[in-house]
């Protein structure tokens, strides 16, 4: 990743125009010259100016047409313009979309990556204003791979233990149940359904199966007699290159088809009534998102590009007598765990506003020195920032 250490001082050049396909080449309204001639003499005339930290298109980036129908279309074609552009007159500071993150119109379904593997955006941006509470919005990040338990019992009957989930991108996921009361005994199968919502091809691991006093973990270099069924798969081996525990694991691997299949033991015979049954899953980095709207899937996103991803606008109220406000001590421990969060997750620039109003809307953006913020923030800007 890339890092940049210039954070505070900084002059912040907000270009806001109305997109709809090449209006921004034309003067709008009774302004006397167009978008694009307006950026050309607000770069040349700043290009030299030591305290730009980047020239941003816009604020809060989306694009749809006049019938309110989203046009990534538009929002492309304008950004590769005008980005280039900025580049062609000034090649020393960073050029971002300015976007709130990859939920806007315009940005769904893989456009948020388009717009940002142009070679002429330098960053990548969103916005945090969601619960203060929450540390890292989206995280831990979901795939588009789902599991759930499974058995099948006597009757041929079959039956779903616990819940749906989405798998954790890059980590493991652990399935907990037990076998139901419901179940005609004995069961013919248990294991795990999974159900590809992409079309990923790749592998996954299962490893450190418990069933009963039953625990599977392969470091016999065998299945142990785990099979699987279903076109989703593709195959189902021994492997030693992922384990939770030891060294061997299972590795399913994905045809790539948008399905649903099962692995599952028919070593069944023993299992009551109440039997608790532990299943772990391990899904690889490179597994689709299930959603991309999350600072979390942006940084995700951002890592995937090798850029930057700057947090343009944060804030926590404080000072007010709605539900969601907090004292100035909250907001200083909520802002120090987000911060803290993002930039040991690769992040490179976090703005925050301060809310001061007694009716907790936005008066300035200056801080107290003496809220406990500041020093929250030299923290932050000493242990992941300073040279």
């Not at 499974?150 to 798998?167: R, V």
């Not at 045809?255 to 772990?280: A, E, M, R």
């Not at 907090?326 to 930039?343: L, P």
Request: glycine share 8%.
């Amino acid at each position: 990743m890339i890092s940049y250490t210039y954070i505070y001082s900084y002059l912040f050049i907000v270009l806001v125009y109305e997109i709809e396909n090449s209006g921004y080449l034309s003067p709008y309204g009774s302004y006397p010259i167009s978008y694009k001639d307006y950026v050309g003499i607000v770069v040349q005339r700043y290009k030299d100016n030591p305290n730009i930290l980047m020239w941003q298109l816009m604020n809060e980036a989306e694009s749809k047409d006049t019938a309110g129908t989203e046009d990534p279309t538009s929002l492309y074609n304008f950004t590769k313009d005008i980005s280039a552009y900025i580049k062609s007159l000034d090649p020393n500071h960073l050029v971002s979309l300015g976007t709130m993150g990859g939920g806007q119109p315009g940005q769904r379904n893989g456009n948020y990556v388009k717009l940002h593997s142009l070679n002429t955006i330098d960053l990548l941006e969103a916005h945090d204003f969601n619960k203060a509470t929450e540390v890292l919005p989206g995280s831990p990040l979901r795939s588009k791979i789902s599991v759930k338990l499974y058995a099948q019992d006597k009757n041929s009957t079959w039956i779903t233990l616990g819940n749906t989930y989405k798998t954790i991108v890059g980590d493991w996921t652990f399935l907990t149940s037990s076998v139901p009361s419901t179940a005609v005994l004995p069961l013919k199968k248990i294991g795990l359904h999974l159900k590809n919502d992409s079309s990923y091809i790749g592998s996954i691991n299962i490893d450190a199966i418990s069933i009963g006093s039953n625990f599977y973990s392969f470091e016999n270099g065998t299945n142990e007699g785990w099979q699987y069924e279903g076109s989703v798969f593709s195959g189902l081996q021994n492997s030693n290159t992922l384990a939770y525990d030891g060294t061997k694991s299972l590795s399913a691997a994905l045809s790539g088809v948008i399905t649903s299949g099962k692995i599952f033991t028919t070593d069944t015979q023993n299992y009551v009534w109440g039997t608790p049954i532990t299943i772990s899953v391990y899904t690889p980095a490179d597994v689709p998102l299930s959603s991309t709207n999350s600072l979390a899937a942006d940084l995700r996103i951002a890592q995937d590009l090798n850029k930057p991803l700057f947090v343009g606008e944060a804030g926590i109220k404080i000072n007010c007598t709605s539900s969601n406000c907090y004292s100035a001590d909250q907001r200083a421990k909520y802002f120090e765990d987000k911060m803290n969060a993002f930039f040991q997750n690769k992040g490179a620039g976090y703005i925050i506003w301060s809310y001061r109003d007694s009716k907790g809307e936005i008066k300035d953006y200056q801080f107290d020195l003496n809220d406990p913020l500041i020093s929250v923030i030299s923290n932050i800007y000493n242990s992941y920032i300073k040279p």
